[in-house]
């Protein structure tokens, strides 16, 4: 009775992301991927995820790059003076301090939803934030009422309750991973009240790059579906955030600015490494966990 979505965020980002997620879809390790609207390599994740029949989701970006909605590109909210998003820390402060004007937000947001509607022909499955900024003030109310808009059924709520256990996590990404969690706390009601379904539970802040282990995710998985509440189906749900891909090249992919450190390290071929173990396979066997998007949900 235990359902497990295995999502790959980031799709789109680079080739050599892209041909990661899709190789880990095709051994059965992920289950579904979260498109960026902006990425350099969106076009090529598209042609493989219809080549592959991959469910997709998308991966709402307000942080890096360039707004896909073309007059907010100057003189918004959203942007700095050369028209790139504020970054992960930069929007966190507009969003915190008042400084996002919602109007904009929510044109942004349509925008994303009707790319992505426009070149896979259906609303996505899923949507959750690059950097989680879906769950932000400022951003959640208009996020929740543009997705049910869009018929989109399910959204991430990324608190994972074993968090403070994980002794690996330094403490800037603890206390980072403490505000997304009193966002998450304020966004939950405001999910539900537009209709949007959320997963029993959710686990991938502590097991990102290196620090994915076996026995890590096994631990995790395991606490994630005893503190959850079981579904009125009957199943117990959760959601794995997860990173896969091969180290991007230097100087191609992004959005618009260049890979990322993370991209550019080995860390998620790492996570494709974990992903495609033997051993965890076989954990999902004896705890009685089936895979599934969330278009089987």
Same mark, same amino acid.
């Given at each position: 009775?235990?359902?497990?979505?295995?999502?790959?965020?980031?799709?789109?980002?680079?080739?050599?992301?892209?041909?990661?997620?899709? &190789?880990?879809?095709?051994?059965?390790?992920?289950?579904?991927?979260?498109?960026?609207?902006?990425?350099?390599?969106?076009?090529?994740?598209?042609?493989?995820?219809?080549?592959?029949?991959?469910?997709? @989701?998308?991966?709402?970006?307000?942080? &890096?790059?360039?707004?896909?909605?073309?007059?907010?590109?100057? @003189?918004?909210?959203?942007?700095?003076?050369?028209?790139?998003?504020?970054?992960?820390?930069?929007?966190?402060?507009?969003?915190?301090?008042?400084?996002?004007?919602?109007?904009?937000?929510?044109?942004?947001?349509?925008?994303?939803?009707?790319?992505?509607?426009?070149?896979?022909?259906?609303?996505?499955?899923?949507?959750?934030?690059?950097?989680?900024?879906?769950?932000?003030?400022?951003?959640?109310?208009?996020?929740?009422?543009?997705?049910?808009?869009?018929?989109?059924?399910?959204?991430?709520?990324?608190?994972?309750?074993?968090?403070?256990?994980?002794?690996?996590?330094?403490?800037?990404?603890?206390?980072?991973?403490?505000?997304?969690?009193?966002?998450?706390?304020?966004?939950?009601?405001?999910?539900?009240?537009?209709?949007?379904?959320?997963?029993?539970?959710?686990?991938?802040?502590?097991?990102?790059?290196?620090?994915?282990?076996?026995?890590?995710?096994?631990?995790?998985?395991?606490?994630?579906?005893?503190?959850?509440?079981?579904?009125?189906?009957?199943?117990?749900?959760?959601?794995?955030?997860?990173?896969?891909?091969?180290?991007?090249?230097?100087?191609?992919? @992004?959005?618009?600015?260049?890979?990322?450190?993370?991209?550019?390290?080995?860390?998620?071929?790492?996570?494709?490494?974990?992903?495609?173990?033997?051993?965890?396979?076989?954990?999902?066997?004896?705890?009685?966990?089936?895979?599934?998007?969330?278009?089987?949900?």
């Amino acid at each position: 009775m235990k359902k497990l979505v295995i999502n790959a965020d980031d799709f789109g980002y680079c080739p050599e992301r892209n041909r990661g997620i899709v &190789e880990s879809y095709l051994h059965g390790d992920v289950t579904t991927a979260s498109l960026m609207a902006n990425a350099d390599a969106a076009e090529d994740a598209m042609k493989l995820a219809t080549l592959h029949s991959v469910p997709l @989701g998308l991966h709402l970006n307000l942080t &890096e790059g360039r707004p896909v909605c073309n007059r907010l590109r100057e @003189g918004s909210s959203l942007v700095d003076g050369d028209g790139w998003f504020h970054g992960k820390l930069g929007v966190r402060k507009a969003a915190y301090s008042g400084g996002l004007d919602a109007t904009e937000v929510r044109d942004e947001i349509e925008a994303q939803l009707r790319w992505f509607a426009d070149r896979i022909g259906k609303p996505p499955t899923h949507i959750d934030g690059h950097n989680h900024v879906h769950v932000l003030p400022g951003v959640r109310d208009v996020f929740a009422a543009a997705a049910a808009a869009a018929g989109v059924r399910w959204v991430r709520l990324p608190v994972q309750n074993d968090l403070l256990k994980c002794d690996w996590v330094s403490e800037a990404q603890q206390d980072f991973f403490k505000e997304v969690e009193d966002d998450c706390r304020e966004a939950r009601q405001v999910f539900l009240q537009q209709g949007l379904r959320l997963t029993d539970s959710f686990v991938g802040l502590a097991t990102m790059g290196a620090d994915m282990s076996v026995q890590r995710l096994c631990n995790s998985l395991q606490a994630a579906y005893q503190s959850a509440t079981r579904s009125p189906s009957g199943h117990v749900t959760c959601e794995l955030m997860v990173h896969p891909g091969y180290p991007s090249m230097l100087g191609c992919g @992004g959005c618009g600015q260049g890979p990322d450190d993370f991209s550019l390290s080995h860390d998620r071929r790492h996570e494709m490494t974990v992903l495609g173990d033997g051993r965890l396979k076989e954990f999902y066997k004896e705890e009685g966990i089936e895979l599934c998007s969330f278009a089987d949900l």
